[in-house]
């Protein structure tokens, strides 16, 4: 394996973590160009109901697949979010024809100044019929689901507030936090003790609990695919009386017996989470975000009139349609057999497959911890940017497309490949799949070893 020179610019930047952070992800794409995984020269050249399918374009430094006439058939996708593939269910397709035929292409404005349609009201109650079976909750809606957080957060704590948020937390959770102006602490991931101590700690600094506090965590984390300790965490909020915030945008769909995310995981009520976000733009196959909590919270939280509400468009009614549909089957199943039980039969298929493969990764020096990470995201732990790099390219030669993960998405050091599975793929082709990232990742770790 041959060391690259790696290219950087490095201009000027504001001196803020936002813009600070927008600089190292171009820094990484750039790294990436020159080793031969020039994510920014791949463009998506057909998508259908086997997924999308990526079209090499001409570039100095990213490698052609070795065999070009099978080029012309695709790349499988190893690294998005369709965990449904439900943006091609002909149902979902056929909701979103008739919400168009009736309402347009937009969302004509913010939902809070102009109202939302039928469809936003059917979808909102999909996802009480998700969360708040026994009534009593509040759903909302935003543009994105980045949005969700960034607008939940802030109206819940504020200056002289405290928040606790795992130290794997998603990157819009750390931005909310952040508008938020609370004191923000981060505790290890996953690490419950630590989060008690720290809640004992913020106790005895507050005995009259004149101030706010908020409990931040993923349903399953967007790096590791590890899924947090619901039960624990909950029993902590009942002994210590904070709020308790999980972002589903990764467990929705894609976790638990029933699809139905990460307390269907660990056999709970879903109500028992004070604060859920999500998006519905990974497994649902949509577009946009949601918020869902009690109606009391909602109301003393004012979410109704949140700021980035009332100064975003709305989710457009086809959208919502779309979305509606797949949240209805979602509720629908296992007592009816439809299109998401058998989607989803199949993405728990796939996932087997990748962790049988995944296994046996450790025996050859590369990090992987399958069998902690019960839905559909898993990772290759690498720990060498420039081994990263050789890998991702030649598994793309090898028709595997992967996602790289280096500074400063993860830390330094902690350099690794987050694998996505989903149902488009059928069974043969996963395991060609799986025998590829083996093949590739022991070539490469023989060739680090005889340098």
């Not at 998005?80 to 347009?104: K, N, V």
């Not at 002994?239 to 990460?262: C, I, N, S």
């Not at 993405?347 to 911890?369: D, H, V």
Request: proline share 5%; hydrophobic share 40%; net charge negative.
């Amino acid at each position: 394996m041959q060391k690259r020179e790696l290219f950087d610019v490095s201009p000027q930047v504001p001196n803020n973590f936002y813009a600070r952070g927008a600089h190292g992800m171009a820094t990484s794409y750039d790294r990436a160009a020159v080793a031969g995984s020039d994510v920014s020269r791949l463009r998506v050249s057909d998508v259908g109901p086997h997924g999308a399918w990526v079209k090499h374009l001409p570039s100095e430094h990213f490698p052609p697949a070795d065999d070009m006439s099978r080029q012309a058939e695709g790349v499988f996708v190893l690294c998005g979010c369709a965990y449904l593939s439900a943006s091609f269910w002909p149902e979902t397709i056929a909701a979103a024809h008739r919400a168009l035929d009736t309402h347009g292409v937009g969302s004509y404005d913010s939902a809070p100044l102009s109202g939302e349609t039928a469809h936003h009201e059917a979808l909102k109650n999909e996802l009480l019929k998700l969360y708040y079976p026994d009534g009593g909750g509040a759903a909302f809606l935003t543009v994105s689901a980045s949005m969700s957080n960034i607008t939940t957060i802030p109206m819940l704590v504020g200056k002289d507030d405290l928040i606790f948020i795992d130290s794997e937390g998603h990157m819009t959770l750390s931005e909310g936090s952040a508008l938020s102006q609370a004191k923000v602490e981060r505790f290890p991931h996953n690490d419950l003790d630590e989060l008690e101590r720290r809640l004992i700690k913020a106790r005895a600094d507050d005995p009259h609990g004149t101030r706010r506090v908020l409990v931040i965590t993923d349903g399953i984390f967007s790096m590791s695919g590890h899924v947090c300790d619901l039960p624990a965490m909950v029993a902590l909020r009942d002994q210590y009386g904070f709020l308790l915030l999980v972002d589903e945008a990764h467990a929705l769909g894609a976790l638990g017996p029933r699809g139905r995310g990460t307390a269907d995981h660990w056999g709970m009520d879903a109500s028992c989470i004070d604060i859920v976000t999500g998006t519905l733009a990974k497994a649902i196959g949509a577009q946009g975000g949601y918020m869902v909590c009690s109606a009391a919270l909602a109301r003393q939280a004012s979410l109704e009139y949140a700021t980035n509400r009332v100064f975003s468009s709305g989710v457009p009614a086809s959208i919502a349609a779309a979305a509606t549909e797949v949240l209805r089957q979602i509720n629908a199943a296992p007592k009816a057999q439809n299109t998401f039980s058998e989607m989803y039969r199949r993405q728990r298929r796939n996932a087997s497959i990748l962790r049988e493969y995944l296994r046996r990764l450790p025996a050859i020096g590369i990090g992987s911890n399958p069998d902690e990470a019960p839905g559909t995201v898993q990772r290759l732990m690498l720990g060498d940017e420039e081994v990263l790099f050789e890998v991702q390219a030649r598994l793309y030669r090898r028709r595997v497309y992967v996602m790289g993960l280096v500074y400063p998405v993860v830390p330094r050091g902690k350099e690794q490949i987050r694998v996505t599975v989903m149902p488009s793929i059928d069974e043969d082709d996963m395991h060609a799949c799986g025998r590829a990232i083996v093949e590739v990742c022991s070539a490469v770790m023989a060739e680090c070893a005889s340098r």
